[in-house]
């Protein structure tokens, strides 16, 4: 079975860094494309970040430049690296997990960033 838990999600002031890591298990992590999503209260979930199984990255605009999506595929673990986090970056934050057309989802981890 499937299981993706996160964790590093938190209060931060604007400027500030916060490092999002999702532990998956249950799977063969390495061949999963691995993405990154928020969602802010009454909005729909946002794509933000995306690493392929050969490692590819793709990030959205908004975030392009300070944040960065890593993956650790031996003991399969995808990041999210936030840097210079903006008041707009708050949000509940979801890793995913795709791969044979399914898609499995963590928890979410709130990011609040307020001074």
């Known amino acids: 079975q499937v299981h993706l838990v996160q964790s590093g999600g938190g209060l931060v002031e604007p400027g500030g860094s916060l490092r999002l890591t999702c532990a998956a298990s249950g799977m063969n992590f390495k061949l999963y494309t691995m993405k990154w999503y928020r969602q802010v209260l009454g909005k729909e979930r946002e794509l933000i970040a995306t690493i392929s199984s050969g490692g590819s990255t793709n990030h959205t605009d908004s975030v392009k430049g300070r944040f960065t999506i890593s993956r650790g595929n031996i003991r399969g673990r995808v990041f999210l690296q936030t840097n210079s986090l903006k008041p707009e970056d708050a949000a509940v934050y979801y890793c995913?997990?795709?791969?044979?057309?399914?898609?499995?989802w963590g928890q979410g981890t709130q990011v609040t960033v307020s001074s």
């Open positions: 995913s997990a795709s791969a044979y057309e399914r898609e499995f």
